[in-house]
């Protein structure tokens, strides 16, 4: 029988099949018939025996962790003790679970604030960002059982209250006609004016903040959804 593997923890040597007829069978380490570690999403051919999957054989294709004793990995192999960096970051199919998506989401935010250090190439860098922020934040949503179109939100509020804040603390300074140094001698009347456009500065950054805590801390559905099957395996 065909199947694909959920979930396989390295350390346990223990793991979860989902079979083509829809059973979910549990495994070993030891009915690994293939010389590589497997991570979840690999297809293999395997023998069933009550709910243990047996003679497990990952099938051609399918991607895999570093090899086992006696082993090898492919040159092409994106995946480190379960973990696959290639589809976290680049992939906008199916789910992730939330330390997955931390995990990338520091690395990102690592890279970033490097590349806030280099000029021109920098700023490339950031555009290069954009995707795989887009892509760990939809598969976040996914694990949720959300569309993957909220992730629009915080780019488009951020957008607009930026764009708010901009205006009205522009047409606040206009209407104002007083110089700079009246508004040093009566803040009042400044934050009277600005407070509304700053206001709105803030929110374009509470907003993005609020929605990152909602998809990094919402647990997400448990057993398969629309979108895949469960990245812990449950």
Known sequence: MRGEILSYDTTAGTGLISGDDGTR????????????????GVRVDFVPEGAAATQILILAGSPTTTGVAG??????????????????????????????????????????????WLPIIGALISLALIWPNLAISVKRLHDMGKTGWLVAIPWVAATVFTIIGFVMVMGAAFAGGMGPDYYEDNPAAFFALMGPGVGAFILAGLVPLAFLLWIGLVEGDKGDNRFGPNPKGE
Do not use: C, M, N
């Open 71 to 116: 082993g090898y990995a492919s040159s092409t192999d994106t995946t480190v003790a379960g973990f696959d960096w290639q589809k976290l970051f680049l992939s906008f199919e199916g789910r992730t679970r939330r330390s997955h998506f931390w995990i990338g989401w520091l690395i990102l935010l690592g890279v970033g604030v490097v590349a806030g």
């Open 25 to 40: 069978y549990d495994f070993t380490s030891a009915a690994l018939q293939s010389p590589a570690v497997p991570a979840a």
